[in-house]
């Protein structure tokens, strides 16, 4: 993607108030917006990128979940994983989709993170007490260097368009397996998860989770192409061209991770990351081994950007 | 990667005892090698002192006597080693270039952690054979542990009291060593490492672990064994869930790996008080108990099989199931409420059989007819 396509695939807040609280919006950092169609004007003449939004244009809109976690109340076993409400799958599965994300206070940042991770057309609109917040990570979004590096995966998914193949994608997105959404089995791939077939019958995707570990285990760990370790709710992105990668990493816990280690596949002895309020971060602790990088994140907050590369 | 990496697989095959399932792959990665003699089991295999002392603990007020704490540990350490002075037994232990860690357990708060005395003790006779204070590290893995118990106030200045993580959270990994950990994935969890603490693998020499005697839920009973295994290794708590446990073959696996193996080279277990069931926890003395004891040993598995029947007759004696009972009747899956209210009420089939796995790994005796008890009474 290159920088203007970059650009324009960020997130637009979608802001009633009138263009008197413009100082505010500068303060934070934020010159694009989208608002109603009689404010447009007025924004523009303020300094804005605005662009009009009607109710209309709203409602049309699919509305994603608030990013985030949900402590499953109804498990006490000390083991027990937060279930975590993300929205790659949905933006993987119809990449010209429209969205309008619809946020309680606390979630505006990572849902602009994880818009611009996966590059939907989406519409934030928030609680004000997150302007800042917000405004922060449009900045940090804003600044980061274009990048054009084809996605990676690891399996090939058939979208029959169906709600329990959704929850299958969303859950192997939420697993951190990487995979290619396509119209029919593609030969570029050794799996190809088509459900309906003998291998994978429809009655799995029933138990969408079941079915996500049964693919996992069919890929095996050893063969993926991304894992992550010490967290559970952090959910990455991978694009490389075999010579560079790019890896987002989005934090979804709501507390900063330190010490967040990442294996990637392929040689890539240099890199360093680029972490939301933090800035430019070298990586720790590197190695190379087995056709394999494996490096220490310091500490990540909602979102950072890894860029890798094969030259020494 | 610039180092030397021993990878195990420990797998079914020849330590597999006869079990319906098979028991998940577990890899180890470390790249330490083996001391001469591993600290586990040491150089007293099979061997295991318990000294009692009635005047040991008020059991109305919960509370040690550090005078007789004192004493238990001087006769027992002397009964394990042979040596006729205490500061002569630790000798055989520790150096003054050591940097020793002690491993607490502080699961248990209130009622049922490593006791100060002891913990106390064993730092005063460190520093009699000259280790500096700035060569003490008291730890566990989660800091609000070691706070609630609060450790600093029975012991000298400038020990050092530190935890690995803040607290039980999955968001502090900076304490743990990514080149030091057991692979393995057991319930299709997505973070399949559990990693060694770097205060292990990079600072600590010698290690004293000093559990308690607790039932266990998922294990059985937790004693030496499980707190230094799972009190030095991240992300340990995804080994039993939905009434079901590997701690059958991590726990043994766990402690296994080097450098812990090596550098654990004294067994001090605290059961002056012990808690028969809800364990690890002790947040009411309902299921408190007080053997008045304190084993020594370097094997942990030896103390370890003494532990399960410790365990298992106390519950016995309350009328509550066995330890080993694997029926379902009993089973409330993640019904933790019932679990503390009845002792008849499992959460987790348990697997007491971690401590005979231990044996098979070679970090000590289990069979009974192979270990020497040596009681004494003060």
């Not at chain 1, 303060?27 to 990128?49: M, T």
């Not at chain 2, 299921?287 to 103390?303: N, Q």
Request: glycine residues 8%.
């Amino acid at each position: 993607m290159n920088l203007l396509l970059w650009l324009a695939a960020l997130p637009c807040l979608y802001w009633t108030p009138a263009v008197d609280s413009a100082p505010r919006l500068k303060a934070a950092g934020i010159d694009r917006l989208c608002v109603p169609p009689a404010r447009a004007e007025q924004w523009r003449q303020a300094g804005f990128a605005a662009v009009g939004l009607s109710e209309a244009d709203l409602a049309v809109r699919d509305t994603p979940l608030a990013p985030g976690i949900r402590v499953r109340a109804d498990r006490a076993s000390a083991t027990r994983s937060p279930w975590v409400d993300a929205n790659g799958w949905r933006f993987l599965r119809d990449p010209a989709g429209q969205y309008a994300y619809d946020l309680p206070a606390g979630r505006a940042a990572l849902a602009a993170a994880e818009a611009a991770v996966y590059g939907a057309d989406a519409v934030l609109r928030i609680d004000p007490a997150d302007l800042e917040s917000l405004g922060a990570m449009m900045v940090f979004l804003a600044q980061l260097p274009a990048n054009d590096l084809p996605d990676v995966a690891d399996l090939a998914v058939v979208d029959d368009g169906s709600a329990p193949l959704g929850e299958v994608l969303n859950l192997l997105v939420r697993r951190n397996l990487l995979i290619r959404i396509v119209k029919a089995p593609s030969p570029d791939f050794g799996i190809n998860v088509k459900l309906g077939t003998k291998e994978y019958p429809l009655r799995e995707a029933g138990e969408p989770s079941a079915l996500a570990l049964k693919i996992r285990r069919q890929l095996t760990d050893e063969q993926r192409a991304l894992r992550v370790f010490g967290s559970e709710v952090v959910i990455g992105r991978l694009a490389s061209d075999g010579s560079r990668a790019r890896l987002h990493l989005l934090n979804y816990g709501g507390r900063e991770i330190e010490g967040l280690r990442i294996h990637v596949r392929g040689s890539f002895p240099r890199g360093e990351a680029l972490v939301a309020g933090q800035g430019r971060v070298g990586l720790e602790e590197r190695a190379v081994v087995n056709g394999a990088t494996e490096f220490t994140v310091p500490r990540l907050g909602l979102y950072g950007v890894v860029d890798l590369s094969a030259l020494e | 990667m610039d180092r030397r990496s021993f990878v195990r697989l420990l797998a079914a095959a020849p330590l597999a005892p006869a079990l319906p399932e098979a028991l998940p792959k577990l890899k180890v990665v470390s790249a330490y090698a083996p001391a001469a003699v591993p600290g586990m089991p040491g150089p007293y295999p099979g061997r295991v002192v318990s000294v009692r002392s009635e005047k040991s603990v008020d059991t109305t007020s919960n509370a040690a006597n550090a005078d007789v704490v004192r004493e238990m540990m001087a006769r027992g350490l002397c009964a394990l080693t042979g040596e006729r002075t205490a500061p002569q037994a630790w000798r055989r232990f520790f150096a003054p270039s050591d940097v020793v860690g002690i491993k607490v357990n502080c699961g248990g708060h209130p009622n049922v952690v490593s006791s100060y005395e002891i913990v106390a003790e064993a730092v005063r006779q460190l520093m009699a054979l000259g280790i500096p204070t700035t060569q003490i590290y008291v730890y566990e893995r989660f800091q609000n542990q070691l706070d609630e118990v609060n450790y600093a106030p029975h012991l000298p200045e400038g020990v050092t009291i530190v935890a690995a993580e803040t607290a039980n959270r999955r968001a502090d990994n900076r304490g743990y060593d990514p080149a030091t950990y057991v692979e393995a994935d057991l319930f299709g969890e997505e973070d399949t490492r559990s990693n060694m603490m770097r205060l292990v693998t990079q600072k600590l020499t010698k290690i004293i672990n000093i559990p308690n005697v607790k039932d266990h839920g998922a294990t059985g009973a937790t004693g030496c064994l499980k707190n230094i295994a799972y009190g030095s290794f991240s992300n340990v708590a995804r080994t039993h869930y939905r009434g079901k446990s590997h701690t059958y073959s991590f726990v043994g696996t766990l402690a296994s790996v080097e450098p812990l193996r090596s550098r654990t080279v004294l067994q001090i277990m605290d059961g002056l008080r012990g808690v028969w069931h809800g364990g690890p926890f002790a947040r009411t003395r309902r299921y408190v108990f007080y053997p008045k004891r304190i084993f020594f040993g370097t094997d942990p598995v030896a103390i370890d099989r003494q532990l399960l029947d410790i365990i298992d007759d106390e519950r016995k004696a309350h009328g509550a199931i066995s330890i080993y009972d694997r029926s379902p009747q009993y089973l409330k899956v993640d019904d933790g409420a019932a679990r503390d209210a009845d002792p008849n009420v499992n959460i987790i089939i348990r697997e007491p059989g971690h401590v005979e796995y231990a044996a098979r790994l070679g970090l000590g005796v289990a069979d009974l007819a192979r270990i020497k008890v040596q009681d004494i009474e003060v």
